[in-house]
């Protein structure tokens, strides 16, 4: 009948079935084969890591570590911390202040300070060193070639000075936040430069090792910034620290000096001083010096007549300081920031700085 199996195509179906068959056992043990070594992995990773701050993801590179090799990773906790990301942005506009002229524009640390480009021309500008490095290099190699020459001139600068050596090429290169933000905050605090950094800054670092084939984590604290004062306390002593220390009736001798060299020209204005560190506080007093000693009128729109915020203040401070690099001075080593603070060294040093250079002018 027609409607009937052969013996032959029965027996074949009965051959696809048992194919079926033994392919869908296949496919099954392949499934359970894989769920126990998903389930393999994750225990392993469970018992690697066990202390990993929540939110830290671990990538595949980051478990492919040579035995006893270290990686680091930020705590997304810190990562996102409004005073580290201020440290960081403060450090990006110094940057950008300090290489204007190069038409070099940093906008984010990781990305535009790890083949040592960024990071040569900042330090030839602070030092005023020219370094024996090729202008531009695209290969790895040439990368971290420049980096070697530029951090070996940076730490030979900074050892002496009892600066902890925090960076180095592979970090710097690997894009290491930390490795870079350490050294842009050693860099500003031994150059001087008239910014301010944020204090008590500090971010938590998850340190993964790798211990005879088993992966260890850590977290570990790591200060980037202490106080304004102690940063500070790390500059190189000056006359001025002498001055305080030691000979406090000398200091007194220098004081009535420098009022009289202002009320000289400021009285021009009649305007008079009588107290060095809170009548240049605000700016004002120091801008007209400026106008008078260079023979020119300031504009009452450059600045604020009658400043009422600290932001106001240092605005005008920070114009003072424009003004007399203008006129051929150097950059003040003093802070906008410290001198409305009332800090007396930084008013000393910017007023004396301006009496050397203009103490016969009429």
């Known amino acids: 009948m027609s409607g009937t199996p ?61 035995e006893n090799a270290e990686r680091f990773m930020i705590n997304p906790t810190s990562r996102d911390n409004p005073k580290f990301k201020d440290l960081q942005k403060v450090l990006i506009d110094w940057i950008n202040s300090e290489l204007e002229e190069d038409r070099i524009i940093v906008k984010d640390l990781e990305e535009d300070c790890y083949d040592g480009q960024v990071l040569q021309k900042l330090f030839e500008k602070l030092s005023g060193r020219k370094l024996n490095v090729a202008e531009v290099t695209q290969s790895e190699i040439g ?11 940076v730490n030979e600068l900074l050892r002496p000075h009892g600066w902890t050596i925090e960076w180095s ?23 001087q430069a008239p910014i301010r950094l944020p204090e008590h800054v500090s971010v938590q670092l998850v340190v993964i090792k790798k211990r005879e084939g088993i992966l260890q984590t850590a977290v570990v604290t790591k200060e980037l910034t202490s106080t304004t004062e102690m940063m500070m306390g790390r500059f190189e002593r000056d006359a001025f620290d002498t001055l305080l220390d030691h000979a406090p009736d000398k200091l007194n001798v220098v004081k009535t000096s420098l009022i009289t060299f202002v009320n000289k020209h400021l009285n021009k204005l009649n305007l008079e001083v009588t107290e060095l560190e809170s009548q240049f506080a605000d700016g004002v007093y120091l801008i007209l010096l400026m106008g008078l000693l260079e023979d020119y009128f300031v504009p009452l729109y450059n600045f604020f007549l009658t400043p009422e915020s600290f932001e106001q203040k240092v605005h005008n ?11 051929g001075l150097k950059k003040p080593k003093a802070r906008p920031e410290d001198v409305v603070n009332l800090n007396l060294k930084s008013t000393l040093r910017v007023l004396y700085n301006l009496f050397t250079n203009y103490k016969n002018s009429e």
Do not use: C, W
């Not at 992995?41 to 990993?52: F, Q, S, V």
């Open 6 to 66: 052969t013996a032959s195509a029965a027996a074949k179906m009965k051959k696809d079935e048992s194919f079926l068959g033994k392919l869908g056992g296949t496919l099954v043990r392949k499934k359970k084969s894989k769920e126990v070594s998903d389930l393999h992995e994750e225990g392993k990773n469970a018992i690697n890591a066990p202390m990993l701050p929540a939110g830290t993801d671990i990538h595949p590179e980051d478990t492919l570590l040579e």
């Open 143 to 153: 990368q971290k070639q420049k980096l070697q020459t530029v951090l070996e001139s």
């Open 169 to 191: 090429v592979d970090s710097i290169h690997s894009k290491n936040l930390v490795a870079i933000v350490y050294l842009l905050v050693a860099l500003a605090m031994h150059f």
């Open 317 to 327: 401070v920070a114009f003072a300081f424009e003004l007399m690099q203008d006129g």
